[in-house]
């Protein structure tokens, strides 16, 4: 079986969100969870997708999952953009993509210039009471706080500024007790002439990554919040990690478009 290591949200090696990406030859149904979830934990990156072909004239064309080193997770944008990157690079598939996924029928459509979009549902955004204890696990004090739904899991807060985010250094264990996946801590840009509106980390120990590089649904939540406060529909977000990575983002009402690239870094086989 290939397996492959790609790069996503970047058009540079080394940066971005890595995922494993795995194109089973089976074509109706995947192997035991457990089995998946031991290649997840092998691989050991924040996701690793598997995706095998459905039959023609269905809803999707393929279908696909996706499994943090310890669990399955019910959305993950930068697995899907790697596995649509695979798909179009090996000629396994031509042109717009669906994918059925626990979160529905979600689609991928490839440009001329390399880019591939993802049309992701837009994440519900419900305005909570700040936690207590957030602040002292954050180690900053969040401005607001937001619910964003079952499909992501996540408490969505926005800081003080730019480098409050980017010099977070959280208590990973306490951050656990206030969200069913982890914090997203997002605040605008400085400046929006470097190319991007907001920034973001993502910190997720409920799902076994302490911060995850650079998160497309994460961006389904991110994107209603600032195009509110910032007044457009397309934004650009940076995800401030250390490997750091670009997220296009444009509100459609109930949908959200994710735009990115990606880059293959390791091409193999597993022989377990």
């Known amino acids: 079986m290939r397996i492959r290591i790609v790069d996503a949200f970047t058009d540079r090696p080394f940066a971005g969100n890595p995922a494993g990406v795995l194109l089973l030859d089976t074509s109706d149904a995947f192997p035991a969870d457990d089995r998946l979830q031991k290649i997840a934990l092998e691989v050991n990156h924040a996701e690793t997708a598997f ?6 004239g269905g809803d999707a064309d393929w279908a696909l999952r996706w499994f943090t080193p310890t669990t399955e997770v019910a959305m993950c944008g930068h697995a899907t953009l790697a596995t649509a990157h695979v798909l179009h690079t090996t000629g ?8 059925a996924t626990r979160s529905g ?5 490839p440009a001329g210039d ?7 549902p837009t994440a519900p955004l419900t305005p909570v009471e700040i936690p207590d204890g957030v602040a002292e696990a954050l180690g900053a004090e969040p401005l607001t706080a937001f619910d964003t739904g079952p499909n992501i899991g996540d408490l969505l807060v926005e800081l003080a500024d730019e480098k409050t985010v980017v010099g977070l250094a ?4 306490a951050l656990g007790a206030h969200s069913e996946r ?3 801590a997002t605040a605008r840009a400085e400046d929006p002439t470097r190319g991007y509106d907001f ?12 911060e995850d590089p650079v998160t497309g649904s994460a961006h389904t939540a991110l994107a209603p919040y600032w195009s509110e406060r910032l007044g457009g529909t397309v934004l650009t977000g940076l995800q401030a990690s250390p490997r750091s990575g670009r997220v296009r983002t444009e509100l459609r009402g109930d949908r959200t478009l994710l735009t990115g690239r990606a880059v293959t870094v390791i091409d193999g086989e597993l022989l377990a």
């Open 105 to 109: 029928v979600l689609v991928a459509t």
């Open 114 to 120: 390399g880019s591939i979009t993802l049309d992701f």
């Open 92 to 99: 396994a598939h031509e042109g717009t993509v669906r994918f």
């Open 51 to 56: 995706a095998h072909r459905l039959p023609q």
């Open 199 to 210: 920034v973001s980390r993502c910190f997720f120990p409920n799902v076994g990554i302490d």
């Open 170 to 173: 959280p208590d990973l264990k």
């Open 182 to 184: 982890g914090i997203i």
